[in-house]
């Protein structure tokens, strides 16, 4: 009789601990923190901006997402959405701003000049994407992409870093 109880009681632990504990490594606890609190630098280059901006306004809610503290120093910042165009005299500085950048650290390449160079790609000044000197983790397209886009954007890098197997991403 007492057996029974014990092992009965043991199920019930059992059970309460598969409900209430989940284990996960610090690793992938402390990712799934920072893909749900993003911190981008407050960063612009060109029309792409613009719609970065709106993204950040109330029609568009970014904080819904967590990812609205916008950072000016990219000390205290996590994730640089290059939104506009690279010219050759601005790119040292979009990379040393990306240098200063505490690790882990993400790149957005927002709009066609930011991933191509754009419609000006075949200009003397003009750098062909910022994958030429930056690590960029999410591609964003558009001439300028929609605010919609930009959140797409974000989300896509939020499941990328949850699970950084994840490399391509449909839908
Ligand atoms: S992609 Fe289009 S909107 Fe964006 S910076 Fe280039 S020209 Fe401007």
Known sequence: MEV????????????LVEKNIILA?????LDYCRAHSFWPV???L??????????GGARYDISRFGYEVFR??????????????IT???APLVKRIYDQMAEPKWVIAMG????????FVDSYNVVPGADAFLPVDVYVPGCPPRPEALLHGLLTLKKKVINPKVVKIHG
Do not use: H, Y
């Open 25 to 29: 490594k610090l690793d992938q606890l």
């Open 42 to 44: 407050t960063f612009g």
């Open 46 to 55: 060109a029309c792409c901006a613009i719609e970065m901006m709106a993204a």
């Open 72 to 85: 000016p120093s990219p000390r205290q910042a996590d994730l640089m959405i290059v939104a506009g165009t």
């Open 4 to 15: 029974n109880k014990a092992k009965s009681e043991d199920k019930a632990l059992e059970a």
């Open 112 to 119: 066609s000049c930011a991933i191509s160079g754009g419609p």
């Open 88 to 90: 050759d005299k601005m």
